[in-house]
Every structure is written in C-alpha cells, then in structure tokens.
C-alpha cells in the first residue's frame, strides 16, 4: 500500500479523499490555487503546495505542475478525484511516465471513452445497445442540420468531451438548431478543450441510470448495483438515488451485464459508471462511460457498505478486488442531494462570497460530504457545491423523510443556496412517488416554483423578537466595557420612572413592510416585550445566543428558531424554511433609478461570451441581451423590462466584475 498520495483536486472530491486515506494511515499532498490558499481541502491535507493563479487552466489543469509537486513530496500515486484532470489520458501516461501510480483506470480505457463518439463505436462492436444519432467525425454545421433533421426532432446536441451536463442542448425544432449548435460548441471548448460534437434522438420522459463498476489488474470486474439520477436541471444531477425506485433484478442483471461487457471492451480497471438511458418500458441504451469515481458515488457506498476510494487504493497498489459479484449485496435506500451555493430565484446564478453561517444537519443515516467550513468563500473561479447531502434508510420511504428533515436542519447564510428548492423538490408529487424522469423539474415548475407566500404574524415577531435581544445583549457588552457598568444610561434597557418605553421596528420582506410595535415590560416574571402587529399583540420574551439560536416565548407558545443578522438584512429559520427580512432603514429613501436598472449589472463575475442585440435595439422584458460565461456555464441576461438598448459597457471577451454595468437600457415613454 501507498504511504503517501498526491490529490489533483480541490474542493469536497479532495477532502473525500483525504478522509479515506487518513484512516488508511496514507499521508496525503494537496495542491492548491492562489483562490484557495485558505480553502478546507488544504487545511486537512499533510502538506500543500501552491500551483498557480486562480483560474483552474493556470493551476489545476497543469499537468507538468501537479507532477513535479508529487515529485517533490515523495508522492507514490496521484488521485484525480472527479472533474479536472480525472480523464485525461495524457496526464494518466504521463503519471506512469514518471514512476507514479494513477488512481484511476489506465490510459487506454480513458482515451477509449473519452470520446463519446467513438465510446459508442466501441460499445456498438460490444453489443451493447445503442441510442439512435450520428456519432461521426464530420462537424460540419450544415452536416450535423441535415443529420439532425433525418434523426427527428427533438435531438439533443452534446460535447463529445463533455460531462456534467456542459456542452448540451436539447433542439425541438430545425430553426433553433444552428444557434443551439454555437452555443454547444462555445461552452464545449471553454469546459473541455474540445468542440466536437454528436446529435442523438432525445428520448421523451427518459430515465437515467448508471451502474457502477469496479475492475482489477488481476482480470476481476464486478458491478455495485445502479443508481437513479434522473431528477435534473439543464442535464446537470440534482439528486440521486440508490437503488432505483422500480427496478427488478432481471432488469437490474441485464443493465449489469452490459455495464461489465462495456468495462471489458477496453480492458477497464479502478471505479468506472456506464450511463443508460432508459425508456419508461424499461429498454436501455448506453450513453456514456464516466472513467472516474462520480460525485454521486456515496449512495452506493451507504446501500453497499463498502468505501469506494478504499477500494480505488486498494486496486491501484495491485490488490485484487475484496468481494466478488455474487458477495455483494443491497441494504435499504440512499438518495443524495447536491447543495449549491445558487439562487433558484434568479434563474440558478451562482452566487459567491463568504459563508457567514454554516450549520450541516446530522443524525442517523445522514452524512455530509463538504469542501467548505463556517467562515470560508465560496470563489467565482469554480464549481459552487457547498456539499453533498445523503441520507439512507431501510426503504425509500424512510430515505424520504430523512432527507426533507435533514433539508429542513440545513442553515446556510451569506450565499443563497438551493436548500428550500430541494426541499420543495424532495416533497413534490412525482419525487415522492418516484415518477421519475429527467423532465420532472419542468413538469413540477408550478410546483416548485410557487410564488411565495407572504410571512405570517409568528415571522414578523420572531424577526422583532431576535432583534430586540440582538440590540439588548450588545447595549450589555457596551455596558461592560463602560466605567460605570450598572449605569441605567449605559444599559439603556427601557427602563422609565413613570411609564414604559415604546418605539416600532419596521420589517421588509418581498414589497411588503410591517411596522411592529414596541412596549418594554421589565415587571418581574413579566419581562419582555409586548409586541403589536396591528390590534394582535402579544408578550414575547426570549433569549438569542451569540451564534443565532433563538429560544422564545409568544404569549403561552415556546419556540425554537435561527435569527441571523447580515447587514440589515435579518435570515430567519423556522419551521423547517428560511425567512429574509430586512430591517427599514426610514432616513433612507431608496434611488428609484438604481431599482430600475436591476438585471443590467453582472449578477457574478464572469467573461462575456456573446452581444445578443444592436445598440438602439427597442427590446420587450425578457429578451436575451448578453451571455455571460461564469462557473464554466453560459447564462443569459435578459431585459428586465421594455426598452431601448443605448449602449453596452462592456465587449465580448471581456471578463467582468459582479455588479459591473453591463449596459443601458431606457425606458419606452408611453
């Protein structure tokens, strides 16, 4: 066995990693970016070593770089995690080249799958089933039209490189093609290098599962059983599960079977996933091999027992592999939800900064995979996951609510997140049915996409109620530091000769304000406050620890919640959601014409990929303006009202800051 490895990756993949071979008593090497210098995975790690600015093409994507650190460390093997370097056969042979052992398969299979086209030559040669497309070389874009027009419509265009949903489009009709085919192209180089691409039939209300297989340099391959992904967004998993709901164990030996006929068309050997579409029928189709260890991988470690990256050690230093197929069985049900550092209501952008609050959820059966800790950033440069969320249970109906309890304990602040989206996503109808298809998302839009309900009395209290305790213990700490601590003037609690002190809190949430009025009751076992909304009022008293944690009384009610202050902005967690209040500021009267221009600015940093309209163009609200390429994906600004374009700020390739004034948009007079 290794005594110490290299790890060509940052971020959860990387501290994953580190954690495995912490226990296997192997030391571990982290490489870093200048954007990381401070980043978990190099915290944990036995040494780290900078290898370059921020951007991942001058650091984690150097090859020569990251081998001469192994050299330099003593380093026997390299681990690639997922993403980056992880399938590039060349650095895989350049690994060997140089004496060190690549954790993953060898050269040659990776080389062999890393092209979609020519995987699916090979698996055709293998028998084993196929999605009707074209797979060729010819790139032609009048070529790839024409095949697509005699495939049929829908297609679905992709990056024959690609992976992670980057580099595809789904195509409806003929006259959307050629745009659908730049854009593919565009994002395929930026991610991979590599613009080629191929045009499959889209199959309606399609399944995606992948089975998991592992092989040996001794000639052993077995499958791990499959996992269900199909609950995703723009061809990106959301959530996983294993196993998949519906699955019978002739379908689930068959799918095996061809998962293993795969692996064995190019000799494969380590962790590797065979992706199948699979119709609502039940027939299945390979669509690609992913020659890693998949984010997705710790559902099938909770339904096996086993721990996939020891394996992965095991195998690279030449054991053979610990079980055979007929030794591996299934226990109960995981499902794994991806947490993003995005927000659901601006269309899923990235968002960056500092995690101000950051409290994972735990418990039986539930397990967190994360890269990041209270306090760090989450950095423009990469891929925004804050962490993977598993849970697992004896069945899918206990996996179930322990991932909607373990989403409601979920406490982010300081970014947006996805945590409420998932959880609206895990309780709707067809995921709790298990109606699964790689549509659900756009089939529970109205769903999941509700509008928001306004707060009711017990939020706008609470908020109050947490603020008042917030400004109580400060006025107390300022007492503290005072010459005359027990000074009524230095407290400044409310206490009155003849009478009670009163004043209002104004609150915002969405275009709603609500003024809470205040009376300050210290009476014995009376204080507190009373609190209006209105004519309702109600005593209310409590205590707000220095982390958030509110425990307080309404009137007879005895509640729990989280209140957290970021600048006036006030984040509540209760009863399993998350509340953003603002406090009202009444000296301030916000600029009108700054509101107005809302969605003209770079909502992240990012590079500007493409000027979608003239200067002088008369647009309507919602017509694409600009593509902005962040986080290795494209998003659209739109018009976020009728109007006339009078000039852009800014020029394709340029990269921009977040809030950066993209362009000028004036209003049309009636």
Not at 104 to 125: D, E, F, H, N, V
Not at 126 to 143: C, I, K, N, R, S
Not at 260 to 274: D, M, N, Q
Request: negative net charge; aromatic residues 6%.
């Amino acid at each position: 066995m290794f005594d110490k490895i290299l790890i060509a990756n940052r971020g959860e993949i990387a501290c994953r990693v580190m954690r495995t071979a912490r226990r296997m008593g192997i030391a571990t090497v982290a490489v870093y970016s200048q954007a990381d210098t401070d980043a978990l995975h190099v915290r944990m790690a036995d040494e780290a070593l900078c290898i370059g600015p921020a951007p991942a093409a001058q650091s984690y994507l150097l090859c020569e770089r990251i081998l001469q650190a192994a050299r330099s460390t003593g380093a026997q093997a390299v681990h690639p995690g997922y993403g980056f370097l992880s399938e590039n056969a060349d650095f895989a042979m350049e690994c060997e080249r140089q004496g060190l052992v690549f954790i993953g398969p060898p050269p040659s299979a990776i080389r062999a799958m890393g092209s979609k086209s020519a995987a699916k030559a090979l698996m055709q040669q293998a028998g084993v089933p196929l999605t009707p497309g074209y797979h060729g070389a010819e790139q032609d874009a009048d070529f790839l039209a024409a095949q697509a027009r005699s495939i049929g419509y829908p297609v679905l265009i992709k990056a024959s490189a690609g992976g992670g949903g980057k580099g595809m489009r789904r195509v409806d009709a003929e006259e959307d093609f050629a745009a659908s085919l730049a854009s593919c192209r565009r994002e395929a180089l930026a991610a991979f290098g590599d613009d080629q691409v191929l045009i499959e039939k889209y199959i309606l209300e399609p399944r995606h599962i992948e089975i998991q297989v592992f092989g040996d340099t001794h000639g052993n391959q077995v499958y791990l059983f499959e996992r269900d992904c199909s609950v995703q967004r723009r061809h990106q998993k959301v959530l996983e599960e294993a196993p998949a709901p519906g699955m019978d164990a002739g379908r689930r030996a068959a799918m095996g079977r061809a998962a293993l006929e795969a692996a064995r068309a190019v000799g494969y050997v380590g962790a590797g996933t065979v992706e199948f579409i699979v119709t609502q029928d039940g027939s299945f189709y390979f669509m690609e091999m992913n020659t890693r260890l998949q984010v997705e991988h710790p559902v099938t470690e909770m339904i096996t027992g086993l721990d996939l990256v020891e394996w992965q050690l095991r195998v690279a230093a030449g054991e053979p592999l610990a079980l055979r197929q007929e030794q591996l069985s299934l226990r109960g049900h995981a499902i794994e939800a991806r947490i993003y550092a995005e927000d659901p209501q601006r269309g899923f952008l990235p968002s960056t900064g500092r995690l101000l609050y950051l409290a994972p959820p735990s418990g039986d059966g539930v397990r967190v995979d994360t890269g990041v800790e209270q306090g760090d950033r989450i950095s423009p440069h990469y891929d925004p996951m804050i962490a993977k969320l598993i849970v697992h249970g004896e069945d899918r109906r206990q996996a179930l609510a322990r991932m909607r309890q373990a989403l409601a304990r979920y406490r982010i602040a300081g970014v947006a997140s996805n945590v409420e989206f998932l959880s609206r996503l895990v309780a709707s109808p067809s995921f709790a049915q298990a109606r699964l298809d790689t549509g659900l998302i756009e089939r529970e839009h109205d769903y999941l996409f509700a509008a928001p309900q306004p707060p009711q009395q017990d939020i706008w209290l609470l908020v109050a109620l947490a603020e008042l305790l917030r400004e109580q213990r400060l006025r107390r700490e300022a007492a503290a530091r005072s010459s005359h601590p027990a000074s009524p003037w230095a407290l400044g609690d409310g206490w009155r000769l003849n009478g009670q002190a009163r004043r209002s809190l104004e609150l915002r949430w969405a275009d709603e304000t609500q003024q809470v009025q205040v009376e300050v009751q210290v009476q014995g076992l009376a204080d507190g406050y009373q609190l209006c909304l209105g004519d309702a009022c109600v005593h209310a008293a409590g205590a707000l620890a220095a982390d958030g944690m509110l425990q307080a009384r309404l009137g007879e009610r005895s509640v729990h919640a989280v209140v957290l202050a970021d600048a006036a902005e006030r984040l509540l967690y209760f009863g399993g959601r998350s509340w953003r209040l603002a406090l009202v500021d009444s000296l301030h009267a916000a600029d009108a014409a700054e509101e107005n221009a809302a969605g003209l600015r770079a909502p992240m940093p990012g590079r500007v990929v493409a000027l979608l309209v003239e200067p002088g163009a008369e647009v309507a609200k919602g017509t694409p303006l600009l593509l902005l390429e962040a986080m290795k994906m494209e998003h659209t600004i739109s018009a976020p009202r009728d109007g006339v374009v009078e000039a852009f700020h800014c020029s394709v390739g340029e990269q921009v800051p977040e809030g950066a004034e993209l362009l000028a948009l004036r209003g049309v007079e009636a």
